[in-house]
């Protein structure tokens, strides 16, 4: 399938997330950016949009994903956007070695067991926080001393349940973006290191 943003064209398969409201969201946050020369993690990349548009600012862009059909398609997303990024199979960090000065994830955060492959993009475990939390306990050693995390979530997700995590896991956080749809609220978290 064909998916538009802005000036970019990207071809996402069937067993691919599409760009919802959420990516673009994050979309929206990342081209406020200034990113040169910064090393970016786009942590569970899909069809690698976060990824090209940090790429366009010149970032240097390592894109992650868990479906190996998400790292062909942001790796020729990429090429064909004329964007150079390093797309990595990775179960969250499995397969990451190096330090970031930024991390980006649109997690699966709806509430729900279903374990299919492909409902893995959207359910994070029974109360949709059981990615995030594997991935806030991990982040910390790829993290370089000033570095960023941007987490999206939703109202859905339960938006203190996720705060009160990143500060009990020895971050601080705090709201960057919101954006209301018509089932939930969207909201971009700003997660620093202690």
Known sequence: MKYFYKDL????PDSVYLPREDSELLADVIEKQELKGKKCLDMG???GLISILMGKKDAIVTAADINLDAVKAAREN???NNTEIHAV???????????????VFNPPYLPGDDTEKKELTYYGGKDGRETIKRFLTQAKKFMKKNGRIFLLI????????????????????KQIARKKVPWEELIVLEIRLL
Request: proline residues 0%; glycine residues 6%; contains cysteine.
């Open 45 to 47: 990349c899909g069809s």
């Open 78 to 80: 990429s090429a064909n």
């Open 9 to 12: 064209s990207l071809e996402i």
């Open 154 to 173: 939703s109202t859905v997700t339960g938006e203190k349940e996720v705060m009160e995590l990143a500060i009990s896991s020895g971050y601080s956080v």
């Open 89 to 103: 199979y990775s179960d969250l960090f499995s397969n990451i070695k190096e330090k970031f000065d930024l991390i």
